[in-house]
Structure formats: C-alpha cells, structure tokens
C-alpha cells in the first residue's frame, strides 16, 4: 500500500529519532548543515518570489519545494529533531538519554545555523554584487522583515515576546505535521504532497521557523537592518526556538505517540 495506517507511521517515527540520536557526530553535522543551507535557498527563493509577483501567497505556495528537497535527501532540521528525538526516549529504546537528545539537538542547531548563514553570505553578494552597490528589492526587504520580527516584537514588550512563542509553537506544529506527512506515503508524490500542505501553511501565516530565521536574520542585518544580534537572539531566535519546541513536541509528537502507540483500553461494548 502507498499509504501507511497512524500505527504504522507512528512507530516509523519512534524508530527515525532512536537512528537519529546514535548517528555519528559527522553526518550528524553534514545532513544537520546541508538542511539549513537549503531551507535557506527556498526562503530566499519564496521572498524573491513575493517582490517580483507582489503576492506573498504565491511566495508561500512555492516554499515547500526546499522541505520536500531536504526531507527527500535524508537531512535533519531542528525542528524535526524537537520531535522525534524525545519519542525514542518515551518509548524507553535502550541507551537513550536525555543527555544524548540535547547532544543531538545542540549539534543540528550549529550544523542547521552553519548551513543558513553560509547561503545567507552567498545571497548577500548576489543582491549587493558582492557589497558594492546598495541592496536590490529582494535585499531592501529582507532588512525590513529583520527589522519587523525583532523590534516589532520588542516593543509589544512581555505581549509581543508571547505572541513571537506562540507564531514559533504553531509554527513547529505545521512542520512537524510535514515531516510525519512523509512517513505516511511510500511514494514520492504522495510525500511531498503530505509535505507540503501544512509547510505552505506556516509560511503563509508568517509563524515563526527558527532556521529558516537563522538565515533571514543575518542576512536583513548585512543588507543594512537596524537591529543587533542581541535584538536577533532575544526577540526571535531563542523563543522562536523554544516555541518550536513546544509546539511541535505536544501539538504532534506526543499526541500521535500518546493515541496511536500507547493506546488506552478499548471500551467494552
């Protein structure tokens, strides 16, 4: 069968974060990298998009060719991490701790951040020729989303740093929704189909990703946006992380896990 019964997936992805956490630190590093430098591509790709057609929507409709790409290649995003690693633990597989799921996670955030700023320095010289004339339009408004989804944020004050983990959690709960997309077709049509509903849907929405800002932040502030890292680090990045996290954990992970593996008793009739 093309598709696979929420039992069948479930279990798949159980047995996806337990190969995760024993993967060497090498291919830990590369798919971890490899992912962030393509996501990036696509989000380059999608703002591109917007200011050449004037509709962010159609932006959104082609932003999930890159997922589909890098979930295609076997590459690992922080936010699929969040999800599946924790299971392998719930689930009691040997020799999974909590040690060696933050080990995991810390390993994909620096190999993700690696691969989105290298495409960010790559887009940076394309839209300046290489920094020596002013930005092009697609530069002038990558500066603006930084500027737009720190400050803009900040001065919400404690009601703006709420609403930025909220946009992170329901962010991770679309993502997370495309990555067990993918386990529940044996096709490749009928993947990237999965995949690409609820990924369209997050970009759309503008909700929070934390790769895809690790590269749309470096790259407003080298097109000239007037924010610092720290204004990147503690208005966007690290919440955004953190709602990522949570969002795609409960809203996903542990709710098929909780439903599909452990079941409760079935009611008598």
């Known amino acids: 069968m093309a598709y696979l019964l929420p039992s069948e997936f479930v279990t798949k992805m159980v047995d996806a974060g337990e190969s995760k956490l024993y993967m060497s630190t090498r291919d830990t ?21 917007a200011v050449q057609t004037g509709s962010p929507l159609i932006g959104a409709i082609l932003f999930p060719v890159g997922f589909s790409m890098l979930y295609l290649m076997g590459f690992d995003l922080l936010t699929g991490v969040f999800v599946l690693t924790p299971l392998a633990w719930l689930d009691k597989r040997p020799g999974v701790t909590v040690k060696g799921i933050l080990r995991n996670w810390g390993l994909v955030f620096i190999g993700n951040f690696a691969g989105a700023l290298t495409v960010a320095v790559m887009m940076a010289i394309i839209f300046t020729y290489g920094f020596s004339v002013e930005p092009n339009e697609v530069g002038k408004k990558l500066a603006g989303i930084g500027v737009s989804r720190t400050l803009g944020y900040e001065k919400f004050g404690a009601a703006g740093m709420l609403t930025l983990f909220i946009r992170g959690m329901l962010c991770n709960w679309m993502v997370s929704m495309g990555v067990v997309g993918a386990m529940i077709s044996t096709t490749v049509s009928g993947k990237v189909i999965a995949m690409w509903m609820p990924i369209m849907l997050f970009f759309a929405m503008a909700f929070e990703h934390s790769v895809v800002n690790m590269f749309l932040f470096p790259t407003a502030m080298m097109m000239g946006g007037d924010f610092s890292i720290m204004d990147y680090l503690i208005w966007n990045e690290i919440p955004t992380a953190l709602g990522n996290l949570v969002g795609g954990l409960a809203f996903t992970g542990l709710t098929l896990y909780s439903t599909h593996i452990k079941t409760a008793p079935k009611r008598a009739l």
């Open 29 to 49: 590093l590369i798919r971890a990298y490899m992912a962030g430098a393509i996501l990036a591509l696509a989000a380059a790709f999608a703002v591109t998009i």
